[in-house]
T-cell receptor
């Protein structure tokens, strides 16, 4: 297994455009997380899936953000009508939670720049 | 309110020095992870601690979990420039269904 992969690594878009990011988790992991990270901060939780079910979505997440994980495998994160404040690193992680031990394995991230 | 408080926020030292960074909370943790993140990359898992008082060593890194499972420390001996990065702690608690919460990290710079 090659670990968690994300595509694209970098995305530059104009304000108002829609963007979609993809994450492929480690195959045997049942949990998949999306985070947003800005410079000097820790990862900020956006949402997570257990298999194909979206179990939690951050209150900070506006309606412009949506995530899917069809068939419990890869996931996509879409941002509609992007704003400059959406510029950040978007991280995906996967884990196989067991007895409240949640070791997350991260992908390399997608760097979004909104101009 | 931040569940996990990491300190110091920034640390700049010379190669060869020792250092300790901390992760604290008022909540009891079920488990705690430490990660290291380099610029432009995702965090990389270093260690998981579960038992109060547990000490784990990874080469020059020593991780300790507090007896009450509310705090943890990471000690680096003889720091090297390759240790430079953002050190993050993340923890699960009995109330958050096994989902980790991250601190804001300590940014470490080791100068040659």
């Amino acid at each position: 297994d090659t670990g968690v992969s994300q595509d694209p690594r970098h995305k530059i878009t104009k304000r108002g455009q829609n963007v979609t990011f993809r994450c492929d988790p480690i195959s045997e992991h049942n949990r998949l997380y999306w985070y947003r990270q800005t410079l000097g901060q820790g990862p900020e939780f956006l949402t997570y899936f257990q298999n194909e079910a979206q179990l939690e979505k951050s209150r900070l997440l506006s309606d412009r953000f949506s995530a899917e994980r069809p068939k419990g495998s890869f996931s996509t994160l879409e941002i509609q009508r992007t704003e400059q404040g959406d510029s950040a690193m978007y991280l995906c992680a996967s884990s196989q939670e067991w007895r409240e031990i949640d070791e997350q394995y991260f992908g390399p991230g997608t760097r979004l720049t909104v101009t | 309110t931040q569940l996990l408080e990491q300190s110091p926020q920034f640390l700049s030292i010379q190669e060869g020095e020792n250092l300790t960074v901390y992760c604290n909370s008022s909540s009891v943790f079920s488990s705690l992870q430490w990660y290291r993140q380099e610029p432009g990359e995702g965090p990389v898992l270093l260690v998981t601690v579960v038992t109060g008082g547990e000490v784990k060593k990874l080469k020059r890194l020593t991780f300790q979990f507090g007896d009450a499972r509310k705090d943890s420390s990471l000690h680096i001996t003889a720091a090297q420039p390759g240790d430079t990065g953002l050190y993050l702690c993340a923890a699960t608690t009995p109330t958050n269904a096994g989902k980790s919460t991250f601190g804001d990290g300590t940014t470490l710079t080791v100068k040659p």
